[in-house]
């Protein structure tokens, strides 16, 4: 007998580390702890794997809204196994509405997607013009991760720079794109800098990120450094899921 949505969730259970999860959720400040079941990354990847292909996993994917944060997390490992790219993008669209923490966002990484980017690109165009935090987070995330190396156009620098917002989650991730930018495409991305055309926080994270890069010359972190706008207000850090 195939298992079903609610055996998912009881598997999650079985997998549960209380301690875990009480330092987890430290890291997840829009996610109330007691949605927080306490499961390993490791353990979700491997558990979405495992049941990707099954009819349990198309029930869980229409399922929505779960109602824990592990739920969510084996819900985008799922997505991020779809090889159909129409498939996942129909599931997606069904999905980022539900998204409400840096960490399922950041960790939603459709594979199909390397195979398909110029079908891609509207769709991220269209998602980093969402009022959803989130789903204009995982916009920026999905230009930075795929349309920074080969794919490059100037231009996309100017689609992230002109995003505005007071949300921390996405400046946090526009200062994550614009320091990989710079490591990728310096030339094209350090004007950005010279001319604050970021926000004061945001241009000053970017530099913070970009200096800590191993990718970066010393030349231009000296650069870098003189660039750097006093009285920057926004000091939180995103701190990696540990797995």
Partial sequence: ??????????????LQDKAYADFQSKLLPTVKRETVIGVRT?????MAKQICKTPAAQEFLHSLPHRYFDENQVHAFILSEEKDFNTCIANLE???PYVDNWATCDQ??????????QELLPHIRKWMKSTHTYITRFGIGMLMRYFLDDAFRPEYLEWVASIKSDEYYIRMMQAWFFATALAKQWDATLPYIEQHRLEKD???KTI???????RITDEQKALLKTLRVEDCTLRAIIVPLVG
Avoid: G, W, Y
């Fill in 1 to 14: 007998m195939e298992t079903n949505s609610v055996d998912i969730t009881a598997k999650l259970f079985a």
């Fill in 42 to 46: 490791p353990d979700l990847r491997k």
């Fill in 94 to 96: 069904q999905f980022l």
């Fill in 108 to 117: 939603l990484s459709p594979k199909c997607f390397r195979k398909h980017m």
């Fill in 202 to 204: 945001t241009h000053n």
């Fill in 208 to 214: 913070q990120k970009a200096i800590e890069s191993f």
